[in-house]
């Protein structure tokens, strides 16, 4: 994603765009999160006009959610591990920070398998996360250290 010649604003609106195709590929594997079947949506993020807010808006409840806002998120239908994703969605988002690539692994570093319980789905939802540029690849990783 060149950032070139960009505003803040554009490099986030560029940003939400890839953020909301993450989302739909994490709606369309595994449990289907950020899905509501009955409804026939899923859950989006929007900036608002100044484009330092970022909101989702829940599949379920409908409710417009500020991401980066601290406890608890009045509408969000998700437990705790997707309300801290959405929330590393929303740093991406507004500041670019990428998410870490060994969160998105069927078994964990320390053992256990991936909270998600996507199995080998979140496999899919890695590379694609990967490929938009919301997860850093390994070897960003160990430059990172």
């Known amino acids: 994603m060149p950032t070139e010649n960009k505003t803040i604003g554009q490099q986030r609106l560029d940003r939400i765009i890839a953020a ?3 989302l ?3 709606a369309n594997c595994g449990r ?3 899905r509501n079947k009955g409804a026939g949506h899923d859950a989006y993020l929007a900036l608002n006009g100044r484009r330092n807010i970022v909101w989702l ?3 379920y409840t409908g409710a417009r959610i500020n991401v980066m806002r601290e406890g608890p998120w009045e509408g969000f239908s998700h437990g705790g591990t997707l309300k801290s994703l959405v929330g590393s969605i929303g740093s991406f ?3 670019g920070k990428m998410m870490r690539y060994g969160y998105f692994q ?3 570093d320390n053992g256990f398998e991936n909270p998600w319980g996507y199995g080998d789905d979140i496999l899919i939802v890695r590379d694609e996360g990967v490929r938009l540029g919301l ?5 960003e ?3 990172a250290a």
Request: net charge negative; hydrophobic share 40%; with cysteine.
């Open 93 to 95: 988002v507004l500041n």
């Open 135 to 139: 997860i850093r690849k390994p070897e």
């Open 106 to 108: 069927p078994l964990m």
């Open 24 to 26: 739909r590929v994490i």
């Open 32 to 34: 289907c999160f950020f």
């Open 141 to 143: 990783q160990k430059e």
């Open 57 to 59: 808006f829940d599949d």
């Open 20 to 22: 909301n195709e993450f």
